[in-house]
T-cell receptor
Framework: GAGVSQTPSNKVTEKGKYVELRCDPI?????LYWYRQSLGQGPEFLIY????????DSGLPNDRFFAVRPEGSVSTLKIQRTERGDSAVYLC?????????????FGPGTRLTVL | GQQLNQSPQSMFIQEGEDVSMNCTSS?????WLWYKQDPGEGPVLLIA?????ELTSNGRLTAQFGITRKDSFLNISASIPSDVGIYFC????????????FGKGTKLTVNP
């Protein structure tokens, strides 16, 4: 597939559990973004990677949220001690370089439900 | 903070009608983006605007970058059933940030 893929597509967990959400960007894209979309809202920025490094993590809501991209390709968003308020669709996007909005593509998202 | 206000929140129209929606802010932006999101999918970029006053078309879609740089408009002509979805405006946060700020969206329903 040529697009951004995210797994799992749906994740149901219990309050207090740990979850990992995976993003496979388009091959060769160096910029990778995570967004969170709550019901009835637009996406909210969480974190941006340029290569392996987190260039801007100012959108992460608290220290329960962490993301990595160790080899500059696949990224994992990790949420510790999940809370019901973490329920949302988590979107990943990638682009060839930063600022290339015409070439930035979003994945289908992971729908996280915390019971 | 930099917020984008979209209106209307939802629209119900008949197939063939033209649609207009807008996005305003109290902040100035240098780029305006319009996206469409279908259920279960991520947003897809429709039009990008980079210059104040710019008018850009993409098929039946036309978008304008407001002269004040505080607003943008999206028009859809001769709507068809596949235009159904949620339309978002977005803009990069000022200061060279890669962070996109999104509006809350306009939900469009087209009755055949």
């Amino acid at each position: 597939g040529a697009g951004v893929s995210q797994t799992p597509s749906n994740k149901v967990t219990e309050k207090g559990k740990y979850v990992e959400l995976r993003c496979d960007p388009i091959s060769g894209h160096t910029a990778l973004y995570w967004y969170r979309q709550s019901l009835g809202q637009g996406p909210e920025f969480l974190i941006y990677f340029q290569g392996t490094g987190a260039a801007d993590d100012s959108g992460l809501p608290n220290d329960r949220f962490f993301a990595v991209r160790p080899e500059g390709s696949v990224s994992t968003l990790k949420i510790q001690r999940t809370e019901r308020g973490d329920s949302a669709v988590y979107l990943c996007a990638s682009s060839p370089t930063s600022g290339a909005y015409n070439e930035q593509f979003f994945g289908p998202g992971t729908r996280l439900t915390v019971l | 903070g930099q917020q984008l206000n979209q209106s209307p929140q939802s629209m119900f129209i008949q197939e063939g009608e033209d649609v207009s929606m807008n996005c305003t802010s109290s902040s100035i932006f240098n780029t305006w983006l319009w996206y469409k999101q279908d259920p279960g999918e991520g947003p897809v970029l429709l039009i990008a605007l980079y210059k104040a006053g710019e008018l850009t078309s993409n098929g039946r879609l036309t978008a304008q970058f407001g002269i004040t740089r505080k607003d943008s408009f999206l028009n859809i002509s001769a709507s068809i059933p596949s235009d159904v979805g949620i339309y978002f405006c977005a803009a990069p946060q000022r200061g060279g940030s890669e962070k996109l700020v999104f509006g809350k969206g306009t939900k469009l329903t087209v009755n055949p």
